[in-house]
Every structure is written in structure tokens, then in C-alpha cells.
T-cell receptor
Framework: KAGVTQTPRYLIKTRGQQVTLSCSPI?????VSWYQQTPGQGLQFLFE???????NKGNFPGRFSGRQFSNSRSEMNVSTLELGDSALYLC????????????FGPGTRLLVL | AQTVTQSQPEMSVQEAETVTLSCTYD???????LFWYKQPPSRQMILVIR??????QNATENRFSVNFQKAAKSFSLKISDSQLGDAAMYFC??????????FGAGTILRVKS
């Protein structure tokens, strides 16, 4: 099976812009979770989608949002970008059952100037 | 709130030798899952090993094994016969209800030839 894919891999934006990141899970996986990785804060959970519904949410401002489509692909949107949003954004997919292993994509590196 | 602590920011090991990475966690839950992930310079997060808290037997995957001490809330990773390809950042992660992974700060492992 193909692994988790994320597009784009690299992105440069300026403050105030918005950005949309995409994640395609492993075939058959219905859960997609998003994480932000920064040198200062480490890996932090953003949110999880399962069957097109947000099932869990981390402590991030409302500028961070997401959605999931019927084919389980997920998008994450960040509006009004700030310098501090520069990070590696990782998505992970799983079958969605409790305790299932999450498999990660290669990440999207976002740089906000 | 659940927390995961990795007290070793950096470790070094000689090729072919054994190294142990430490991880402790804090939780009031009795049923949960623990993981070790590896993140090489490519930034791709790769699952190394997984442990279910209800299982007393320590998980093993080839050269990788864990020492899971539930009462002490400790979950260390032992890498035997270390190889150059083991060099990476290693993250300990905890997961309880929901699909949210809580990560430690990571341990950089350097392998010397």
C-alpha cells in the first residue's frame, strides 16, 4: 500500500496570508490527525478527523481549521498567518479504532516571512 | 493532563553496541498505548515499536525492545547492535482516549563508527 502523502512539501508565505495543506491517508484509513512540529514547542496535536467529522481538537487558535472529504483525504487551513506558524506540519492516518498505530506522512514545511 | 518526559536530549553509541533511551509519562488512566517513533534527517516519522498498557510482556521488534514499567510509568527503548542507520531523533509518545498522541521532547541518537 502507498503511504501517507502530503502536498505541498515546502511552502513560503508572508504574514497575513492564508495557506491550505493537503493530506492523503493510507488506503482504507478513515482517521487523519494533524500535528505541528517546531523547535520550541516540539510536536503538538492540532486535530483529528474521522469519517468527515472532527473528533478531537488540540489547543490552537481558531485560525487553524481542517476538514475531511468522503475519500478520507484531509485539508488543513491556516488563516492570517503569523511568523510563529512557521513549522513542519505532519499528518498521520490510522484505521481510527482506539489504540491503532498512526502512520505519518513526510510533512509540509511552512515558512512564514 | 498527560505528559511525556524524555530526560536525555542527546545520546551517543558506538556501532554494534547497545543503547537505552529513557521515557517517563504521567497519566491517571489505566488503559493506554505507548509508542516510540524515529525521525531521521528526512523528517519522516517512522514507528519503531508499540506497547499496549494492558500487556505485561515487553514489546520487541528485531533489535528494538522496550522495558515497560507500568507502576513506575516508565517506557525505555533499548537498541541492540546499533547501526549507522539508527541515527535519528527518537520520540516517545503516549495515547489514551481519542487519537491524540502526546509526544516527549525527543532524544537525538548519534551512532559512531
Amino acid at each position: 500500500k502507498a503511504g501517507v502523502t502530503q502536498t505541498p512539501r515546502y511552502l513560503i508565505k508572508t504574514r497575513g496570508q492564508q495557506v491550505t495543506l493537503s493530506c492523503s491517508p493510507i488506503s482504507g484509513h478513515r482517521s487523519v490527525s494533524w500535528y505541528q512540529q517546531t523547535p520550541g514547542q516540539g510536536l503538538q496535536f492540532l486535530f483529528e478527523y474521522f469519517s468527515e467529522t472532527q473528533r478531537n481538537k488540540g489547543n490552537f487558535p481558531g485560525r487553524f481549521s481542517g476538514r475531511q472529504f468522503s475519500n478520507s483525504r484531509s485539508e488543513m487551513n491556516v488563516s492570517t498567518l503569523e511568523l510563529g506558524d512557521s513549522a513542519l506540519y505532519l499528518c498521520a492516518s490510522s484505521l481510527g479504532r482506539r489504540g491503532e498505530t498512526q502512520y505519518f506522512g513526510p510533512g509540509t514545511r511552512l515558512l512564514v516571512l | 493532563a498527560q505528559t511525556v518526559t524524555q530526560s536525555q536530549p542527546e545520546m551517543s553509541v558506538q556501532e554494534a553496541e547497545t543503547v537505552t533511551l529513557s521515557c517517563t509519562y504521567d497519566t491517571s488512566e489505566s488503559d493506554y498505548y505507548l509508542f516510540w517513533y524515529k525521525q531521521p534527517p528526512s523528517r519522516q516519522m517512522i514507528l519503531v515499536i508499540r506497547q499496549e498498557a494492558y500487556k505485561q510482556q515487553n514489546a520487541t521488534e528485531n533489535r528494538f525492545s522496550v522495558n515497560f514499567q507500568k507502576a513506575a510509568k516508565s517506557f525505555s527503548l533499548k537498541i541492540s547492535d546499533s547501526q549507522l542507520g539508527d541515527a535519528a531523533m527518537y520520540f516517545c509518545a503516549y495515547r489514551a482516549y481519542g487519537n491524540k498522541l502526546v509526544f516527549g521532547a525527543g532524544t537525538i541518537l548519534r551512532v559512531k563508527s
